[in-house]
């Protein structure tokens, strides 16, 4: 079965075709983020306007022109995301499944980030598992019984852990997306010699807060002093990157330890950090599984596999996109 997935939930305007959940047939994405640069945060008017302006080029590339793939379903994102956003996938999926009487399937942003990590993997993740999902927008702590089954264990309380990354690295002017310039700052700079406050670290629940982490880097470059400041970014940057992987590294594992679990998998824009990566292989005791770089930030083939392993279709003319939904 292909299955064309279309993702628009933040600022990329993402398509793919999958076929039985697992092969790239084709795949085409067209980003925004160089016009958020600026800003230091994505502008969701901007965003979206740029993707009604890319969805059809995108749409293109990926079947060919004139169209040359055969389609046996559409998968959209239809949330959590922005409104705007979402409403530009949502719209040209519903027209493609009216147009093409090809049945139609709502994916949730979350739920298709766990899906990267099925993608061209013989041996994919075991159930029951654990699933983390670190992104901009969402920091989230998932355990799923099998395909279909899942329940949140926790999550954040305030900013995810992509969202305190990039407003800590405008804040020590680093650019934006803030996670890979915080990563790569972290390279040249010592974890050890600011010491972070790791909030809910102990707590005995699954849930994550962040927002106190940026208070605190935003009363240490005060103390530091504008002067200091560059003698000491990536000093910040390193602690900031080991506050934030210990956090997410702390509740999987407490998690992994009292759940029955056979996998854990990672999903989200952060789970593309290296120390992250390096610390889940050596702190978790069951096997972990992370997507390639290129699909731990948001993509369409995920889209189009979690489609297959959910598949439930609902009537084109039934679908509006929600941005609050979380699994
Ligand atoms: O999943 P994603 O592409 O979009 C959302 O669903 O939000 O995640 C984007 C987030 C941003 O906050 C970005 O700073 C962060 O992922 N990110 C990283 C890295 N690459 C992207 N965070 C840490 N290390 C990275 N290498
Ligand atoms: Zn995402």
């Known amino acids: 079965?292909?299955?064309?997935?279309?993702?628009?939930?933040?600022?990329?305007?993402?398509?793919?075709?999958?076929?039985?959940?697992?092969?790239?047939?084709?795949?085409?994405?067209?980003?925004?983020?160089?016009?958020?640069?600026?800003?230091?945060?994505?502008?969701?008017?901007?965003?979206?306007?740029?993707?009604?302006?890319?969805?059809?080029?995108?749409?293109?590339?990926v079947l060919g022109e004139p169209p040359s793939k055969q389609i046996d379903a559409i998968a959209v994102t239809f949330g959590p995301g922005l409104h705007g956003s979402l409403i530009v996938g949502v719209e040209v999926a519903k027209t493609l499944s009216y147009v093409w009487k090809k049945p139609l399937i709502p994916v949730s942003?979350?739920?298709?980030?766990?899906?990267?990590?099925?993608?061209?993997?013989?041996?994919?993740?075991?159930?029951?598992?654990?699933?983390?999902?670190?992104?901009?927008?969402?920091?989230?702590?998932?355990?799923?019984?099998?395909?279909?089954?899942?329940?949140?264990?926790?999550?954040?309380?305030?900013?995810?852990?992509?969202?305190?990354?990039?407003?800590?690295?405008?804040?020590?002017?680093l650019g934006y997306p803030g996670g890979?310039?915080?990563?790569?700052?972290?390279?040249?700079?010592?974890?050890?010699?600011?010491?972070?406050?790791?909030?809910?670290?102990?707590?005995?629940d699954y849930d994550f807060s962040f927002s106190g982490l940026k208070t605190a880097?935003?009363?240490?470059?005060?103390?530091?002093?504008?002067?200091?400041?560059?003698?000491?970014?990536?000093?910040?940057?390193?602690?900031?990157?080991?506050?934030?992987?210990?956090?997410?590294?702390?509740?999987a594992k407490k998690a992994s330890a009292s759940l029955p679990a056979e996998s854990i998998v990672f999903g989200g824009g952060v789970a593309a950090n290296k120390l992250l990566r390096e610390e889940a292989g050596k702190s978790l005791s069951i096997p972990v599984f992370f997507p390639p770089i290129n699909l731990s930030v948001d993509n369409g083939v995920m889209v189009a596999a979690a489609a297959y392993f959910n598949y439930k279709i609902v009537p084109w003319s039934k679908l509006e996109p929600d941005p609050s939904i979380l699994l």
């Not at 990329?12 to 076929?19: D, G, L, M, N, R």
């Not at 890979?180 to 600011?194: H, N, T, V, Y």
């Not at 002067?227 to 602690?239: C, H």
């Open 1 to 61: 079965m292909k299955i064309l997935g279309v993702e628009t939930s933040c600022d990329e305007t993402a398509v793919a075709i999958v076929e039985n959940g697992t092969k790239v047939i084709s795949s085409s994405l067209a980003s925004s983020l160089p016009l958020h640069a600026k800003s230091g945060g994505i502008i969701p008017e901007i965003a979206a306007r740029e993707q009604t302006k890319t969805i059809i080029p995108v749409v293109t590339e």
């Open 109 to 173: 942003h979350l739920i298709s980030h766990i899906y990267a990590t099925w993608i061209e993997n013989t041996t994919p993740p075991k159930f029951p598992l654990i699933a983390l999902i670190v992104s901009g927008g969402h920091t989230e702590l998932v355990y799923m019984q099998g395909h279909g089954n899942y329940k949140s264990l926790g999550g954040t309380r305030d900013d995810a852990a992509g969202e305190s990354l990039d407003k800590i690295a405008r804040l020590l002017r």
């Open 180 to 204: 890979p310039a915080i990563e790569k700052a972290a390279i040249q700079g010592d974890s050890q010699k600011f010491n972070l406050p790791r909030p809910l670290l102990n707590s005995p």
């Open 217 to 251: 880097v935003t009363s240490l470059v005060s103390n530091i002093g504008e002067e200091n400041l560059s003698d000491n970014i990536n000093n910040i940057a390193a602690s900031v990157q080991a506050a934030v992987v210990e956090v997410l590294i702390t509740k």
